[in-house]
């Protein structure tokens, strides 16, 4: 026996609007899920980029800290300190949003102010420090 619809009245033109409405719900149906399946690589794929990113950035962290602790060995925690307070600052963080099927997703840059050459005297410092400072 037909299912009933409540509401719904028995004449021919009433089945055709009712599978005009099923029709049109399982094209929806498809859509979402094809976006779905989109998004859902997108993100698989921004995960990848985020755990290599992350991976070269603990090594170069790692890199940077060692030489650190050599500079501070030769200079001395205070030298390296007063050497320090003059470096450079982040001049402006950038958000870019990008759209991925209809979801906006975010992504950060930094930009860092300052000249390439060192904001310190060369007299009283050492190479270690040159080399920590690039490393960072």
């Known amino acids: 026996m037909a299912e009933r619809i409540e509401g719904a009245k028995p004449t021919r ?6 599978k005009k409405k099923k029709m049109l719900a399982r094209k929806g149906d498809e859509i979402l899920t094809k976006k779905r399946d ?3 690589s997108e993100f698989f794929e921004i995960i990848k980029e985020r755990s290599k990113a992350r991976k070269e950035a603990f090594e170069a962290l790692e890199r940077a800290r060692k030489s650190l602790v050599k500079a501070e060995m030769v200079m001395g925690i205070e030298g390296v300190f007063s050497v320090a307070e003059g470096s450079p600052e ?8 990008d759209n991925i099927m209809g979801v906006v997703i975010p992504r950060f840059s930094a930009e860092i102010s300052g000249n390439r050459l ?4 060369l ?3 050492s190479a270690l420090l040159d080399t920590a400072r690039e490393d960072f």
Request: no cysteine; proline share 8%; aromatic share 4%.
């Open 123 to 125: 007299v009283r410092t």
């Open 13 to 18: 033109m009433e089945l055709l609007s009712i």
């Open 90 to 97: 982040i001049k402006s963080v950038d958000v870019h949003r």
């Open 38 to 40: 989109a998004l859902v």
């Open 118 to 121: 060192p904001p310190y005297g």
